[in-house]
């Protein structure tokens, strides 16, 4: 017990929660700049697995990471063209549009992987890259700050970028007041000549976008290779988070940060010699009560302005 | 002349047509030897009462989730659940069959029952969640698949895996809890009674008693539901509890129908497969039958060609999300209907 | 005026994806500087054709002139670039976003890449000065009253330097204040030498203001006249073929004993504003009681409050001599309440379930329409045909999704659910809105035979004519409160009335109580 309290206050813990919050959080911002549009992609799963694939396979044949990189990023942006094609002009549920995308990524990131490598679990034959980890001088060298923040994998810093990046784009840019407004009503945004189709599918490009770059982390930083199924559900941890997030930029940021507390704190438990198989679903534990919380508290608050009205009628 | 009512049916086949098309192309890109590959993934599953037999046996698996989703999806509610709760009830009922000694009837009804209650039960968690605080059911439906996964491992690894096995298996079941097999020279089980069965059951649910018409008013406009006085709340719990039976019941028939120890390792994805059973089927109770053997016989072809050809069986997955795409693509074919009441109205003589 | 059109529309045919002909050979065409008003019962296709003229939908045939030459427009901003603009009858603002926020919209002026707030805002106020339309540029959409928010409705469209403006029933909503207010901007706009496309049914107020009329009439085109040559006679026979004036012969009212009566309801909105305060009045057998009112005076929450989905209110609600405050919806409706909702979409009807799906929910609970477990299906079909003959709905049988009919049509199907019920109190709100006029006449008939056969009921409605023509005595609300009672509409005129709604004029709280009948 004492050996999992000296991990869970040790700086490499706090480190562990930035370096498993990456992909959740790119996630997260996929799912919220989706949502702004008022078109939730549910395919982050698959557009994740879809994009970690590709960057390892192009950068080994390649043979240089950033290529493998844009190679992921594209083929995320390409996944999220095919729904957006879709759903917006084929009307196809976009649900529906979400879980086939996963359902087409799940089987045949695994049969792309056999063509390739001849092997049905994991990319070990291909030789791929691995994007670098960033040690910022000065930072590196404060106790305590720079072992936390110092050392990550580029994308971990994307991915922070990308928080700041898109807050500016929603609040402050004619794309973003264009977005919001399709999301909230899509008539008023037609009506004055935002084509809410273009719009949307902007959005859905961007969402794919930061789902590639989740799916890229996985395979090329997280991990050095690629392997069945490897995102396991993080996508839809991506999701929960925008949800509990309340839809804002700094609301699903500090929910990516929490349930990429819970996945680290997993990771940590281990040495509790509880049996692997429980600590595994400890991420989604976290998850759906996180959902749980989120959705009571948000009934409460809902009660709580009835009950209000009903001081206040008496 | 063909009428815009047939429309529905025509744009099925037109789907089916293409994706099996898409398929015969990609086999055409990656094969060495295509037209052999096609060959076999296209005749292999008709080619012998065995194989046929095997389309029905996995058929029946299907039609069980296949029916619990479209019941979901008629009330409106995106819960892909079916697929844990099939694992899990699964796991329920390889326990009472391994530790339980009951007489040759009663032990496999015990069993499913046993399964369905307790896919009922967990069912009924994303469901209550959903009905008071208006819960994600997708993502907690998810979640729950990957924690129920979790929790049916370690029952397998810590409680009911044989040591003797050469596998990751658990003891044998008792053959008193086997179901019985119904044709011989194949697997085919008795569960195709019992999922066929509960087709009908639930066609008649649905479309002749008060509580289906409940089910369905409250999945076509909530808001007009509740004012008619339907308690939706309570629908959409007794829709999962439903739902959970059926996909519980299908766990357990299957491994009762098929095997004779529990040994799946991972999540065998019939829940996921009930989701686009229910497509196909429109979510219509009596077209889960057809969409089931339809998904049974192409994935057998695909089983067959990855034994005998270079194509592996995952290249379905690819065919499964055309499949999703297109089906529930409202304006695919659309300007054909377009075109069809335009002449049925006489505009264009 | 006698020059070449400025805009012309030839044999223009639209058909929608659920096979509705919406518009069948239609021509149009519009002279510049003049106020052109199409005309014709709701579902005669005005707005299609409209929306076709600025690019939300696109003609399935014919072709579109403008200025003589060619054109094609496959999208708003299509027509917007060629100077056309439209005011939708439900506004197109997005509620969360400012005044300014909501104008520049799709065309924001910018510094640096994000959006120049200042140069917006002096935009807006230049604009705002020039046409004589105040309003305050920072001030959030979803706290303006319904005639600001038209006024941010035109300054949208001005701003995008419309020359034609397509008006959508623009007077709908508004007070007859606000409605001359909207008539003397109008005149001010054509001066300026806009044209204007006025759709409306409201034919005063196109004989007020109007140069010519397109009359419309079941997605076909009837003509196109000068309205001074016209009456407003002429006018409604063209729309309808036949001369309809929602005028009833009533018999005489025998009123009974009061089935609903409701004591001093107040209620609190969210923001600390009375929505409801001490709402008292009664509804007695065979009589129906018009409440009158601009939309948004707390019409919708007296109408939840009496249906048991008002959480919160005070007071007392009484339907037969039983309390029904803090009862289930299912609770009041077995009472023997039935309520004709304002929004058939939203809650009368399950737009993809059948016809008879929708008529039987009233009924699918009870132990006649039951046979053991199963319902009885031979009696629901029997019912559903007999319905559908009673109430000439056009459709093709029973098993019809709803969704596929008309207005008009559904419209009958929900009042056919909530009258055979045979209710003891029936609450219909704007029952025939948003429906053709040989509709409404039925729907007002069965109303009338019901208060004949002893319903009492209660009647809300936006619709002037509607609320003097069917209704026996009338309560006008104004800011959550009943400001006046009329125990005899006959005694009522169209101009005390709008006081009335206006609040400009009311009567003393006891005159007002008499609607109890204690």
Known sequence: ????????????????????????????????????????????????????????????????????????????????????????????????????????????????????????????????????????????????????????????????????????????????????????????????????????????????FFAALGGAYMSMGYLSLFTRDMTAGRGWIGIAAEAVGRSTTLGTFLSSLLFGAADALANALQVLKIPAELIGTTPYVVTVIGLVVYAVTEAKVKSRKLAKNLEKNK | MIKAIHFEKIRTIAVIAISLLLTLLIIAVVSDDPLRTMGVFLTEPLSSLAHIGNIVEMAIPLMFTGLSVALLFRANLFNLGAEGLFYFAGIVASSIAVHFTLSAYVHPIVAILAGGLTGALLSAIPGILKAKWNVNELVTSLMFNS???????????????????????????????????????????????????????????????????????????????????????????????????????????????????????????????????????????????????????????????????????????????????????????KFWKTRMLLKEAGIRE | MGSSPLLEMRNITKVYPNGVVANSNVNFSLVEGEIHAIVGENGAGKSTLMKMIFGMEEPSEGEMLLAGSKMRFRSPQDAIDNGIGMVHQHFMLVPSF??????????????????????????????????????????????????????????????????????????????????????????????????IVFISHKLKEVKEICDR??????????????????????????????????????????????????????????????????????????????????????????????????????????VAGENMIGRSIKEVRDTGVSYIPEDRMRQGAAKDASISDNLIAMFYRMKEWNRGLFLNKKKITRFTEE????????????????????????????????????????????????????????????????????????????????????SDSLLVMYNGQFVAYYPDVKEVTEEELGFAMLGIKRQDAAEVRRALHD
Not at chain 1, 121 to 135: C, D, E, F, I, R
Not at chain 1, 177 to 199: D, F, K, T, Y
Not at chain 2, 199 to 224: C, D, P, Q
Not at chain 3, 137 to 144: I, M, T, W
């Open chain 3, 98 to 195: 400012t005044v300014v926020q909501n104008i520049v919209l799709g065309m924001e002026p910018t510094k640096g890449g994000s959006i120049n707030y200042k140069e917006a805002v002096r935009m807006t106020e230049e604009l705002s000065a020039k046409y004589n339309l105040a309003i305050d540029p920072h001030a959030k959409v979803e706290n303006l009253s319904v005639g600001m928010k038209q006024k941010v409705e035109i300054l949208k469209v001005l701003i995008r330097g419309a020359k034609v403006l397509i008006l959508d029933e623009p007077t709908a909503v508004l007070t007859p204040q606000e409605t001359e207010e909207l008539f003397r901007e109008l005149k001010g706009l054509k001066r300026e030498g806009h044209t």
């Open chain 1, 1 to 208: 017990m004492n050996n999992f309290f000296s991990i869970l206050f040790s700086t490499d813990f706090a480190f562990s929660v930035l370096r498993v919050m990456t992909p959740i959080l790119f996630a997260a911002l996929g799912a919220l700049i989706s949502n702004k549009a008022g078109i939730v992609n549910i395919g982050m799963e698959g557009t994740m697995l879809t994009s970690a694939l590709t960057g390892v396979i192009v950068s080994a044949y390649s043979g240089s990471a950033w290529v493998g990189l844009l190679a992921g990023i594209a083929s995320g942006i390409a996944i999220a063209a095919l729904l957006g094609f879709f759903t917006l002009k084929f009307k196809t549920h976009i649900i529906l549009g979400g879980i086939a995308i996963n359902m087409f990524a799940s089987g045949g990131t695994v049969f792309i992987l056999y063509l390739v490598s001849g092997d049905k679990g994991a990319s070990t034959s291909l030789k791929s890259g691995v994007l670098p980890s960033v040690h910022i001088p000065l930072l590196q060298d404060i106790p305590v700050l720079g072992p936390i923040l110092s050392g990550h994998n580029i994308l971990t810093y994307v991915s922070l970028l990308c928080v700041i990046g898109l807050y500016y784009m929603l609040a402050k840019t004619p794309l973003g007041l264009r977005i919001r407004a399709v999301g909230e009503n899509p008539q008023a945004a037609q009506s004055v000549g935002v084509r809410v189709n273009r719009v949307q599918f902007i959005s859905l490009l961007i969402s794919g």
């Open chain 3, 387 to 470: 319905q559908i003959a009673r109430y000439n709905v056009r459709c093709k049988g029973p098993e019809q999704p709803i969704g596929m009919l008309s207005g008009g049509n559904m419209q009958k199907i929900v009042v056919a659910r909530e009258c055979e019920a045979a209710p003891k109190l029936l609450i219909a709100e704007q029952p025939t809105r948003g429906v053709d006029i040989g509709a409404a006449r039925l729907i007002h008939e069965r109303l009338l035979e019901m208060r004949d056969d002893g319903c009492a009921i209660l009647l809300l409605s936006a619709d002037l004519n509607e609320i003097l023509e069917v």
């Open chain 2, 147 to 333: 924690i129920l996964f979790g929790v049916g491992l370690y029952f397998l690894n810590y409680k009911l895996r044989d040591p003797q096995a050469f596998v990751n298996a658990s003891y044998k079941f008792h053959p008193s809890a086997m179901l019985n097999n119904l044709v011989p020279g194949t697997r085919i089980h008795i569960g195709l009674i019992l999922a066929i069965l509960s087709i009908l059951a639930v066609h008649y649910y649905l479309y002749n008693t008060k509580w289906g018409y409940e089910l369905r008013m409250t999945g076509s406009n909530r808001s007009f539901a509740e004012y008619s006085g339907i308690n939706t709340t309570k629908v959409i719990i007794v829709v999962h509890l439903i739902a959970g039976f059926l996909a519980g019941m299908g766990g357990s028939v299957e491994v009762l129908g098929m095997y004779n120890r529990f040994q799946w390792t991972g999540l065998p994805g019939y829940g996921l497969d009930g989701a686009l059973v229910a497509l196909l089927a429109k979510n219509n109770p009596l077209s889960v039958i057809g969409a089931a053997l339809f998904l049974a016989y192409i994935r057998i072809g695909a089983d067959q060609m990855a034994r005998m050809s270079d194509v592996p069986a995952e290249l379905i997955s690819i065919v499964q999300a055309v499949i999703i795409l297109l089906i529930s693509a409202e304006q695919f074919l």
């Open chain 3, 213 to 318: 009329i397109t009359i419309m009439r079941s997605g076909k085109t009837e003509g196109v006249f000068t309205t001074s040559d016209m009456s407003e006679r002429d006018i409604s026979r063209l729309m309808v073929g036949r001369d309809v004036v929602l005028k009833y012969d009533k018999t005489e009212r025998r009123a009974g004993p009061a089935v609903l009566r409701a004591r001093d309801l107040s209620y609190m909105g969210p923001e600390g504003k009375p929505l409801l305060s001490h709402v008292s009045f009664s509804v007695r057998e065979g009589e129906i009681v018009g409440i009158a009112g601009v939309e948004g005076n707390g019409q919708a929450e007296l109408v939840q409050a009496l249906t048991g989905s008002l959480p919160g209110v005070k007071g007392t609600v009484e």
